[in-house]
Structure formats: structure tokens, C-alpha cells
């Protein structure tokens, strides 16, 4: 996983072009995903696809033709989205046009300027202090043209047209954390998925933030009523506990299901509610869809200093971090194949366990948590309560409790 995270990373991606499209190959030697192209000035519901955006060179060098600012060593140098430009400036003139962070001065910022044309560059506070009067020669190789948003969907078939949805934004250049954790997560999702018999479809989106989501909901806004449970990845490889932001409706079962999977895994873990504000869930949790679509991260976006800086890079991500979030991802789509209803056949006194060996000894006073289980699950199985439901009530794990189902099920005492 982390050495696609490391393919990916050198790529100078934006919420249109080149990048996007690189990026998408890539992930196509993996997943065999559809590549869509919506072409400039298409609407989309309140919004248009915006100009496409590529670039090939960009710098600040000074009067010996040094440069001092060079997008060749690092995407994150240009404003992202900048307009072409080539003019001399002085250092008080290219000031408004510079960003950086005082606070570390060894990292680049990262900055856009997608909706509102603008130019500029990105470098460290270190490199702003260095730099003396000038003149300078700014030159930015880029082009803001007609063209397309491009992004990547691949569907998983199941035994049923409900679907479940896993969101990632591919806009992101030279970021780890933010953006490439989300995508290698979901490719080997999606490939360890592709072997499996599933219940339900399972679609995978690899779209530019905002515009991305935005623009695929107005395209299927018949299909989004399939969404039975969705997830945005995002910020899913760095060293930090899990945080899970629930769905608008805040009690959906993916809402649920994540926390039975947390609160055994291990992991810290914390749970946030919704607002309506950071990824692609603000789009997909909008009042008129109202999908059941949370997100997942590690440490929170915004809030941990690397975020959308240089320091957001291959070694701020872990392999033993990126595998930890797939792991949790895979328990969570085992809760929701298996979180089902069934009636216990017997349900007048208990079945006596005994004489199917399904009561295991425990040659102690401790009940043991298999047995337990299975009389939780004939108890409370009166076609009224999920497994789930009976896993919230019971304190006992979802795991055991899906293994207790199948063998009550094959000694006929429970039916869906
Ligand atoms: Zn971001």
C-alpha cells in the first residue's frame, strides 16, 4: 500500500488535468475502473466544470538566472490552479503573491486558488528570508483551457442493487495523508472486495474534491438512492488514533457499525457528529440526498500541523498505519454483510443447546461469551431486532456473534 501511496506521490494532481488522469492509470493497473470526462462549462447543479488546469514548469530565479523557487523539485511550489504568467518583479512586488508558514519555517504550504483566478507560489519561511530585493524573473508554464474533469468509478457487483459507496478525492498533488492514504486504502479495498461473494455492490469513486462529488451526484442522482452506507476516506495513514464522523442522520448503521468495529479493535478512537463541512460527506450528506455517508480518517484534517504542508509526506504515513485502516474497513463491511434479521424458530422456552453441542462447557462458573451469545441471539432473534442491534445490547462482539448466528442457523433455530 505504501509503495503505491510512493507511485503516486511525485504526480502534480488538481482538481482537473494531467494529474488526475496519471493518477487514475495508475490505480487502472490495480482496478480495472471507468474513467469519466464531463467537459468544461458543464453545469452541475449549482456549479460548472471549471477550465482544465496543467502545467509544466514553473519558477522564481534571481538576476543570475538561479532559481530560487523551482517547481521541479516539489509540486507543492505553485499555487495550485495558477494562472500563466512571466513578468520581473521586485521582492515587494512578489510579496502578495508568496505564502508561507512561520510557525515551521522548513515546510511548504499548500495553497489553491481553484473558483478565482490568481497566481502565485508556495516555499518555505526559510527560503523567504534568504531571499534579498531582487529583481526577480517569475515565470509560470501553465494553462487554464477548455477540457474536462475527469474522475474513476468501479463497481463491485453483489448478490443485491443496495449499494455501499467508498469516497476518495484524487486532487491533492504531492500530499500523503490527504489524499493518497484515502486511494491506496481504497484500491486494495476494492481488489481484496473483487474476490469475495458480497451481499451488496459496492461502488468506489476516485473524484476531485467538491467538484468531483458535486458532479457525480448530479450525473447519477437516481442511482445515489441505491446508497444504503457509505464511506469517505481521507487522512487514513498517519500515526494517530481513528476518527470517525458520523452521517447527517447520525444514527445511520454505518454510524453504528463503525463504532461496534472501533470499540473492539484495539485502536483509540473517538466519534465526532456531523457538520457540514470538510470532505466529500457535506456533498453527499446534503439535505437533498441525505445519504448515510460518514468519514473515516486517523488524525482529523486540520488538525494535525502537517496538514496541507510538505511535511504531509511518504514517511508521515506508515505501511503498519495504512494496513491497520484496511483491516478496520474490512471488519466494517463484515458487520454490514452480516448485520441481518432472523426469528428463532423455537422461540417458546429455550432450545436446549445441550443435545446439539452447541452449549460449550465451560467446566466454571463463567457462562463463556460463545454461549452467551447464542442465547442472546435466540432471545432477542423475533425478526424485530438486527445483529447488530443484539451486538449493541449484549455487549458482545459482532464477530461472535456472526459465527454463533451460522451455527444456530444450520442447526435450524434461527432463519432470516
Ligand atoms: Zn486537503
Same mark, same amino acid.
Request: charged share 15%; net charge positive; glycine share 8%.
Given at each position: 500500500m505504501h509503495a503505491l501511496a510512493a507511485e503516486l506521490y511525485p504526480i502534480c494532481r488538481s482538481i482537473t488535468g494531467n494529474g488526475?488522469?496519471?493518477?487514475?492509470?495508475?490505480?487502472?493497473?490495480?482496478?480495472?475502473?471507468?474513467?469519466?470526462?464531463?467537459?468544461t462549462g458543464t453545469p452541475v447543479f449549482d456549479w460548472t466544470i471549471p477550465k482544465e488546469w496543467n502545467i509544466r514548469d514553473a519558477y522564481v530565479a534571481d538576476c543570475h538566472g538561479h532559481r530560487i523557487i523551482d517547481f521541479?523539485?516539489?509540486?507543492?511550489?505553485?499555487?495550485?490552479?495558477?494562472?500563466?504568467?512571466?513578468?520581473?518583479?521586485?521582492?515587494?512586488?512578489?510579496?502578495?503573491?508568496?505564502?508561507?508558514?512561520p510557525e515551521h519555517p522548513d515546510?511548504?504550504?499548500y495553497r489553491t486558488s481553484y473558483y478565482k483566478e490568481a497566481w502565485g507560489f508556495c516555499l518555505s519561511h526559510n527560503q523567504l528570508l534568504a531571499m534579498d530585493g531582487g529583481p526577480y524573473e517569475v515565470h509560470i508554464d501553465s494553462s487554464l483551457e477548455e477540457g474536462h474533469l475527469t474522475y474513476g468509478e468501479y463497481h463491485v457487483p453483489g448478490e443485491t442493487e443496495d449499494e455501499v459507496l467508498i469516497s476518495c478525492h484524487i486532487c491533492h498533488p504531492s500530499?500523503?495523508? =490527504? &489524499? %493518497?492514504?484515502? @486511494?491506496?486504502?481504497?484500491?486494495f479495498l476494492a481488489q481484496y472486495l473483487s474476490r469475495l461473494p458480497l451481499r451488496y455492490t459496492y461502488r468506489f469513486l476516485f473524484i476531485?474534491?467538491?467538484?468531483?462529488?458535486i458532479t457525480w451526484l448530479a450525473r447519477n442522482q437516481e442511482r445515489a438512492q441505491a446508497?444504503?452506507?457509505?464511506?469517505?476516506?481521507?487522512?487514513?495513514?498517519?500515526?494517530?488514533?481513528?476518527?470517525?464522523?458520523?452521517s447527517r442522520r447520525g444514527n445511520a448503521e454505518i454510524d453504528r457499525a463503525i463504532l461496534q468495529v472501533l470499540k473492539f479493535s484495539g485502536a483509540a478512537y473517538q466519534i465526532e457528529d456531523f457538520v457540514p463541512y470538510g470532505y466529500d460527506e457535506r456533498q453527499y450528506c446534503s439535505p437533498g440526498f441525505n445519504l448515510p455517508?460518514?468519514?473515516?480518517?486517523r488524525s482529523p484534517w486540520g488538525r494535525f500541523p502537517e496538514y496541507h504542508?510538505?511535511? =504531509? &509526506? %511518504?514517511?508521515? @504515513?506508515?505501511?503498519?498505519q495504512l494496513a491497520g485502516t484496511l483491516r478496520v474497513v474490512i471488519e466494517l463491511v463484515d458487520v454490514l454483510e452480516n448485520n441481518k434479521t432472523y426469528r428463532n424458530t423455537m422461540p417458546y422456552c429455550e432450545p436446549q443447546l445441550g443435545k446439539r453441542n452447541l452449549y460449550r462447557s465451560t467446566g466454571g462458573s463463567d457462562i463463556g461469551v460463545d454461549n452467551l451469545a447464542k442465547l442472546w441471539l435466540l432471545n432477542l432473534s423475533d425478526g424485530q431486532h438486527t445483529v447488530l442491534d443484539i451486538a449493541e445490547r449484549s455487549g458482545i462482539p459482532f464477530g461472535v456473534l456472526r459465527d454463533s448466528v451460522e451455527a444456530l442457523v444450520n442447526h435450524q433455530l434461527l432463519r432470516e
Open positions: 488526475v488522469r496519471q493518477t487514475l492509470e495508475h490505480i487502472r493497473r490495480r482496478i480495472p475502473l471507468d474513467m469519466h470526462k464531463v467537459p521541479a523539485r516539489s509540486n507543492l511550489h505553485v499555487l495550485n490552479y495558477s494562472a500563466p504568467v512571466r513578468v520581473n518583479l521586485s521582492l515587494d512586488e512578489l510579496k502578495s503573491h508568496l505564502f508561507t508558514i515546510w511548504i504550504p500530499l500523503a495523508n =490527504d &489524499n %493518497l492514504s484515502g @486511494i491506496t486504502v481504497a484500491v476531485p474534491g467538491t467538484i468531483g462529488a446508497i444504503r452506507h457509505g464511506l469517505v476516506l481521507t487522512c487514513v495513514g498517519d500515526a494517530g488514533g481513528f476518527t470517525y464522523k458520523k455517508v460518514g468519514c473515516l480518517m504542508t510538505s511535511a =504531509d &509526506n %511518504l514517511q508521515f @504515513i506508515q505501511p503498519r
